[in-house]
Structures are given as C-alpha cells and as structure tokens.
C-alpha cells in the first residue's frame, strides 16, 4: 500500500492493506495449529473468515503464519475440528491499534 | 555468585491489592476509576503496550452513561465530532435509499477507541489506581471455588475481588468457570478501515459542519448476509465497516471475508465519499451479537465479578452496537458492589451476585430486555436482503418516470415482481418492525 | 556486576508514513518504544545479573515520556533508570548525545562507587549509526567492543568477550569496567513481568537528571553542540513481493531453486551486512 495507490479505484489486496497496520511480532508464536486435524477438515472456514489472511491454502494443505495476526479470535471461534491453540500474545506484543 | 534477582521479593505492598482488574477497556478502565477515586487499592492490568492499544470498534459512543461515570467527560474526552446526523440506508442493485436524522443536542461522540481508552486509564491512573500494561494475565487464580488472584507468567498477585474485564475472548473465564468456546451463532465478527481525509473535506462530502454522522447500511453491502455496514465521521477521518453474523459469514462470503469491505470502499454509489484518502488503518474483532446466548448464567462468583464485553452487556440488534457505554457502566457497577462487599467483608457468591441484580435493574438490564424484541429481526433473514431491494425496487418505479407515474400501488407490485413471492411478508413484516422500533 | 544499559526512546519506525508533498516523516500515530535492538541489550544484561549477581540499571537521554519506556525495562527485570532529560539537550547528534551520555555515566560510577559494563545495543532503527556506544566509550576512554555476542568473567578482573563479525568470531581479553555493543537479534529478550511492572509503577525507581545537576556546558549539548546536520532524506521505493512459492519436500531441489532465485534478481548472498 503506496499513498499513490487510490482507495477508491483499484482493488487494493489484504496483504497490501495490512502493511499499513503496527505490528510488534513477538518471537514465538501466539497461537499454534494442529495441522494433522486440517487433512480431513472439509470445510476450512478459517481460510476465508481470518481478516488478516494468516491462513492460507497451499497444495490442499493449510498454511498459517501469526505475524500479521489482528487478535480477533474468529479462527478460534470457527475452527470445526479444534485444531487451533489460541492465545493473545505477551509482553504488549503483536497488533498496536492507534485509529480504530 | 548470587541468583537474589532470579524471583523478585514480592513485597506485601505490591502483591495484594484490594481488588484486580483484567484489562484496561472501557469496562476495565470504569471500574477502577471508580474503585481508585473511593480510594481502594486497585490494581488493573492489561496485555497492550499502553493503554487502547488493542481495543477496535465501530465508531460512536453514547456519553451519558459515560459522563455519569466520568464528570469531566464533555471537558477534556478525546471526542472527534458530537453525533449530530444519523443516516440509515438500504442498498441493494436496485439503488439506495437513505433515511437521514438531524437533531439538535447530542448524545453520542465518534472518537478513536484507543484515544478514549487511554483517556479512561489516565483517569484511573490519576486517581490513584495501579495499571501495569505489557502483561498478558495467564489464569484467574482460583481456591476453593474463590477467586483469588490472577496468575501471569511465574507470578501470581492476590485480591479480595477480581473485576474480570478481558473483553469478548474471555479465555480466563473460560478456564476459571470451565466454560465453553462461545458459539458461532452468538458472535459477529467486524472489519473496518480508516480512511484519512481533512476535516474539510469530510464536513463538505457529509454536510457537516464539524458534527459527526453515523451511518449504517443494510443491503447488498454486506451481500445481503445478515449484519450491517457502517460509516463513522471522526475529526480528520472516515470509519468504514462491516460487521457481520459469524454464523452466516462462514457460510456465505464465497472469498475471502476481505473482500466485502473492498466491494464497499469500491461501492459505485459511495466510494466518492472517501475518494483520495489514505488508509490509516486496518483493524477486525468479534462482538457478541446475540447476548441472551452469550451471556454467562451469572455474572459473578465468589472474589470474581465479570463486566463488559466478557458478561456480554452489550446491545447489538443488527443496526446499532451499544458496547462502549454498557461496558463502562457495568464496570461502574462492579465497583459499587465491590464497595459494598467490601464494608461487609464479605466477598461470597452470595455478597457479589448483587452485581447482576444491579445490572438487571439498571438501564442496561432494561435496554437489553427491550431490544430483546428486535431478536425478530436477527432471526429474519428477510431484514437483510428482500427489505433493501423492496424498497430501492419501489421507490426507483416511483421516481423514474418514463411518460406516466405509476401510483404507489403499481410500484409495490412491481417491486413485488422484482423481488420474489415473500416480498408481501416482507411488506408486514417491515411494518411490524417500523412499529417495535 | 554494576551494568548499565544504554536505551534510545526512538519512534516506531516499523511503519512510517511520509507527507506526499514535502517528503517528510509524519509523526502523527507514530508512536515511541524502546529501540528493539537495546532490548537485547537489556536482555544480555538481565543474563549477566542472573549468572554474576549485581544491578543492572537502565539510562537514557530522552524527553519525560521515555518514563514510559523504561518502565518497560524495568518491567523486564531492570534494577532502576536514570533519565537524563533537558530542554537543551534537544536537537542532539550522535556527539553532543554521547557527551551527554558519557557525563551521566561518570555520575553514576562516581555516585555507585564503581561500574563494570556500560552495554548499548547495536544500533538504532531511526539513525542506524553504531556511533553511540563507540563514542561514549571514547569520551570515558574505556575499551570497548561491537558485535558481542556473549561474556565470561574471568578470575583477574577480565572479562571475555566474544564477537562475531561477518567472517571471524574472535575472544577477546577485556579489562573492567569496558563498553559493549550487543550484535542485534542475538537475543530473545524477555518478556515484561507482571511483578516487576508493579514496582516500577509503585516505587518508581527513575532517576530524572537534569543539565542542573550534570552542570554541562551549553554549547557542547543539544543542537548547539551537534556539528552533523541532515541535508535530505530519501526513501527506497517499495519493491513489491512476488510471493513465489516452492513446494517440493526435497531440501536440496528447494535450495537450488532458490539460489537460482537469488540469481536472477542479482542479489549477492556474500558479504550481507548482518547474519
Ligand atoms: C466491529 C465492531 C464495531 C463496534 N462498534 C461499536 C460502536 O460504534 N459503539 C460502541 O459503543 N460499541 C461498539 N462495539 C462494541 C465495543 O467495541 C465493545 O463493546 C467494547 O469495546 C467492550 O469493552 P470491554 O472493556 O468490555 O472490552 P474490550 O474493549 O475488548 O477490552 C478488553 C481489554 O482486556 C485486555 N485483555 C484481554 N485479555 C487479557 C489478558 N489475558 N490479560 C491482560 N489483558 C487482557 C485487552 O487488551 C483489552 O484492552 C463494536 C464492536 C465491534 C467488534
Ligand atoms: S485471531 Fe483473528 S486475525 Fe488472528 S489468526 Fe485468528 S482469525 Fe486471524
């Protein structure tokens, strides 16, 4: 995301909309998933509902990457085979929200 | 060789306090403002850097809960714009139709939430309470069915009562009262940008006159998935949103959930609105969405009373959110059954269950049951999509004349055609609404 | 060990926004934090304390609202923080800050009785200069020495340090009391707790000195005494990712792909500035 880039013209792609967003990433993961529950999840929601693409489809399999993690909790929430182990992250690390 | 560093001497002073509270928003903050300024030995903690920052929502506050809590609100509040036009339109590929309000005094703010909660914590703080950030509460300490304190990393601090204000993911609660993972049916999940734009720019392509509007949209914005979208004015900005039933989104959004918010900021009939502003921010978080299945069987136990978002005192009846002034009173309530409790000494179950009765029968407790009411429009799907495209499909044969107006009845049919055979339950169904609200 | 770390209140600079028109920073939702890589100071120093024993104190030369900072480090396990913090020592370069600097530290070691370590960590994100600690040690005429991944204290009043450079990792003998530069991202610092940060707020063990006391000359602090000024700042353009991905469960096929990769772009994997 540019300033150049105008809102209202282009579709402007999640990835590129989170650059703007502040992140402190903590080094350690805050949330971990189980990826042997995702092989027979029909379903996925999590690919989808995450607002901050953290899981992605690749070859069929789920990938999942916490760097640009917003802390919602949605995964958590829709995740049908309980595969997510969900936490926020420590120490005034991750997301750091100023004009929300 | 010495290891004295390796466990710090907690002194008495600094690991009992009169009581804990768990997060720093606007219920946490309440509560120990208020429980600081009767002078108790407060201790509130919050996982963010500072203060705010991990807290989103829509955009506008209602202040009168808020001023009866903090006097000095309309002084020195971080406000953006006083709420002063309210618009609600219905969008669907027809076209769109606004309903626009402008009234006189106001009620409502539109301001950062994480300006306003900082605000709050300076006001706790001030008044003497004790606010450690950059700490992420482990587990509610728990003895014998009490609760006794709380738990983060290796250290535990202990308190008469712990006000547990964590918000809608309330993973402590969850593990104290060994509840389970909130349903999908209950909960809502909201995105929103902010969008910069000089506040001149924003009072020309509003109407304002540094007022503030709050916008909600229904319709195909939302692509007719139950929920709603919104659009905030603040200082030098525009909030633009989606909240959206958990329930239906996981069904419903074909792509990825990003992409609703695009399709709005693109939409042809309002992008103009934040035509060359720049994204400030990008942000999302889940809110309970149906309180009655939300909200825990009690809202206290023994040394433990639970506020705001995690009690699930909140008001979302698919248009308007109500949490900023809910979570905050409730927190104000919290503190006065604590301040009772504690001329008791008496901190039992049975002592601090007078706080849900305080909720019940303070305004919360009545708004909440009257909106109950409004569960018909959750519950009716037809509210988000054949509503919207009845009344743009209606009011657009009306007002396109080609030769000859058709009377009001002729565009009713028709929009009728247009819409589908339930389009006369739709008609009843509206009416009944227009009534209940 | 008496320890003092060295700590930059410096804005986030994760996340800049520049004013299209005049190509400044905007400062506006900027906010300040520890420089990460001071962090790593703290922590190296945190180890040193929990393995010898002794004080670690923070210090830092920056306006009031760096208290929230060092709040921060003290929350990590800091014994106290000197903040020197003056009108005038505003607007300062890399010189006049480490004159600054120096001055405070000989206070302390005067007013402690002795000092062993003055730690920095290797750089900061907003300047990237290294000078700081290089400088300070100079103007205290100590040893000193960068890159340094870890310490050993030896019998005679030594200590052994170890630095990595690109090529070399060398142990060096070092007398006490000497100056570290910690190499960045060679430490997980710890995070805050929640006993510490009860401390800190409620014994409030921050130092505030002012020019009053450290009694420096005018002339030599703040913007007067900085002889480095910047002329123009420049941004790189944003290069946009190609988020290419490889999928084969053969390492070897995936690291020729690429160094292929590499290749093509002409990046030169040798000879990069930090491992
Ligand atoms: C999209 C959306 C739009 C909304 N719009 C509006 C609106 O326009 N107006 C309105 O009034 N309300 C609105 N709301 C609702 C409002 O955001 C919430 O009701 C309100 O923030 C609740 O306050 P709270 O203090 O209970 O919880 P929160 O604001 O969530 O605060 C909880 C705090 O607890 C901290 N915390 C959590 N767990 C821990 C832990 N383990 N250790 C330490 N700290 C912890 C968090 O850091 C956080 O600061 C909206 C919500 C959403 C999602
Ligand atoms: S918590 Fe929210 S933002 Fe983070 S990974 Fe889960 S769904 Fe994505």
């Keep these: 995301m540019t300033q150049k880039d105008d809102l209202t013209k282009k579709p402007v792609n999640v990835d590129d909309i989170l650059k703007v967003d502040l992140y402190d990433v903590e080094e350690t993961p805050h949330i971990s998933v189980n990826f042997d529950r995702c092989i027979g999840c029909e379903t996925k929601p999590c690919i989808d509902l995450c607002p901050a693409k953290c899981y992605d489809l690749l070859g069929g399999k789920v990938l999942f990457s916490y760097s640009g993690c917003l802390e919602c909790g949605t995964c958590r929430i829709v995740c049908p085979q309980n595969a997510i182990s969900w936490n926020y992250p420590r120490s005034g690390k991750g997301i750091q929200y100023r004009f929300t | 060789m010495s290891t004295e560093h390796s466990?710090?001497?907690?002194?008495?002073?600094?690991?009992?306090?009169?009581?804990?509270?768990?997060?720093?928003?606007?219920?946490?903050?309440?509560?120990?403002?208020?429980?600081?300024?009767?002078?108790?030995?407060?201790?509130?903690?919050?996982?963010?850097?500072?203060?705010?920052?991990?807290?989103?929502?829509?955009?506008?506050?209602?202040?009168?809960?808020?001023?009866?809590?903090f006097p000095s609100l309309r002084k020195d509040a971080p406000v953006h714009r006083w709420v002063k036009a309210e618009r609600l339109s219905f969008v669907s590929d027809e076209g769109l139709t606004?309903?626009?309000?402008?009234?006189?005094?106001?009620?409502?703010?539109?301001?950062?939430?994480?300006?306003?909660?900082?605000?709050?914590?300076a006001k706790a703080e001030e008044a003497g309470a004790l606010v450690a950030t950059e700490v992420r509460v482990d587990r509610l300490v728990v003895e014998k069915e009490k609760v006794i304190g709380v738990q983060a990393g290796p250290d535990t601090v202990y308190a008469d009562t712990v006000i547990d204000a964590e918000g809608v993911n309330r993973l402590l609660l969850e593990g104290a009262w060994q509840m389970n993972v909130p349903r999908q049916e209950d909960l809502a999940i909201g995105l929103k940008e902010t969008i910069k734009l000089d506040a001149e720019r924003v009072n020309q392509r509003?109407?304002?006159e540094d007022e503030g509007m709050a916008w909600i949209l229904l319709g195909s914005v939302t692509r007719y998935i139950p929920g709603g979208a919104f659009v905030y004015t603040n200082r030098d900005s525009v909030s633009?949103?989606?909240?959206?039933?958990?329930?239906?989104?996981?069904?419903?959004?074909?792509?990825?959930?990003?992409?609703?918010?695009?399709?709005?900021?693109?939409?042809?009939?309002l992008k103009h609105l934040w035509r060359d502003g720049e994204l400030l921010e990008y942000s999302a978080k889940l809110v309970p969405e149906?309180?009655?299945?939300?909200?825990?069987r009690r809202l206290s136990g023994a040394g433990l009373l639970v506020v705001g978002d995690a009690a699930g005192v909140l008001l979302n009846n698919g248009m308007t959110i109500r949490g900023v002034d809910l979570a905050a009173y409730s927190g104000y309530l919290a503190a006065e059954t604590f301040t009772k409790a504690h001329a008791e000494g008496d901190f039992t179950s049975e002592m601090l269950s007078a706080y849900g009765r305080r909720v019940e029968e303070s305004f919360i407790g009545r708004e909440l049951r009257k909106h109950n009411g409004l569960e018909y429009i959750r519950r009716n799907p037809h509210f988000f999509d054949q509503y919207p495209r009845l009344v743009n499909s209606g009011l657009g044969r009306i007002f396109n004349i080609g030769l000859e107006s058709p009377t009001i009845w002729k565009a009713l049919r028709g929009a009728q055609k247009d819409v589908g055979p339930d389009a006369w339950t739709a008609i009843k169904d509206m009416y009944k609404i227009g009534r209940t609200l | 060990m008496q320890i003092l770390v060295g700590i930059k209140w410096v804005p986030n600079t994760s996340n800049v926004r520049f004013d299209p028109k005049t190509g400044a920073l905007i400062r506006e939702g900027v906010p300040s934090i520890v420089n990460p890589h001071d962090l790593?100071?703290?922590?190296?120093?945190?180890?040193?304390?929990?393995?010898?024993?002794?004080?670690?104190?923070?210090?830092?030369?920056?306006?009031?609202?760096?208290?929230?900072?060092?709040?921060?480090?003290?929350?990590?396990?800091?014994?106290?923080?000197?903040?020197v913090s003056d009108r005038i020592y505003g607007g300062a370069d890399t010189l006049a800050t480490s004159y600054v600097l120096a001055h405070a530290v000989k206070r302390i070691s005067n007013q402690r009785?002795?000092?062993?370590?003055?730690?920095?960590?290797?750089?900061?994100?907003?300047s990237s200069t290294a000078h700081i600690a290089a400088q300070t040690a100079s103007w205290l005429d100590l040893p000193y020495l960068y890159y340094v991944r870890s310490v050993e204290i030896k019998e005679n009043g030594f200590i052994a340090v170890e630095r990595w450079l690109e090529d070399e990792k060398t142990i060096y003998d070092l007398p006490l009391p000497a100056v570290l530069g910690v190499a960045m991202k060679s430490r997980e610092p710890r995070p805050v707790r929640l006993i510490y940060k009860i401390r800190a707020k409620a014994e409030k063990p921050i130092e505030i000195v002012t020019n009053e006391i450290l009694k420096l000359n005018p002339n030599c602090v703040g913007l007067k005494g900085s002889p480095t000024w910047v002329s123009k700042i420049d941004y790189t353009p944003e290069v946009k990712r190609k988020r290419e991905v490889f999928m084969d469960p053969d390492a070897g096929k995936a690291a020729k792909w690429l160094m292929q990769?590499?290749?093509?772009?002409?990046?030169?994997?040798?000879?990069?500035a930090h491992r």
């Design chain 3, 40 to 83: 790593d100071a703290v922590e190296f120093a945190l180890d040193l304390r929990d393995r010898y024993g002794g004080e670690v104190n923070a210090l830092s030369m920056a306006p009031p609202s760096a208290i929230e900072g060092l709040e921060q480090v003290l929350g990590m396990g800091v014994d106290s923080a000197i903040l």
């Design chain 2, 7 to 69: 466990t710090p001497n907690a002194s008495p002073s600094t690991n009992r306090f009169d009581a804990i509270v768990v997060g720093a928003g606007p219920a946490g903050s309440s509560a120990s403002f208020t429980l600081a300024r009767k002078g108790f030995k407060v201790l509130m903690i919050d996982r963010g850097r500072r203060a705010g920052t991990k807290n989103m929502y829509g955009g506008r506050v209602y202040s009168e809960p808020l001023e009866a809590i």
């Design chain 3, 261 to 272: 990769k590499y290749a093509d772009e002409d990046i030169n994997l040798i000879g990069g």
């Design chain 2, 290 to 296: 149906y309180w009655r299945g939300f909200m825990p």
């Design chain 2, 240 to 269: 633009i949103g989606l909240v959206l039933f958990l329930s239906h989104a996981v069904k419903r959004t074909n792509g990825h959930i990003s992409r609703l918010l695009e399709d709005f900021r693109l939409h042809p009939k």
């Design chain 2, 206 to 208: 509003f109407g304002l």
């Design chain 2, 98 to 121: 606004s309903i626009e309000y402008r009234g006189g005094e106001s009620k409502s703010f539109t301001t950062y939430l994480p300006e306003l909660v900082n605000w709050m914590r």
């Design chain 3, 113 to 126: 009785g002795k000092l062993d370590l003055v730690i920095f960590g290797q750089e900061t994100i907003d």
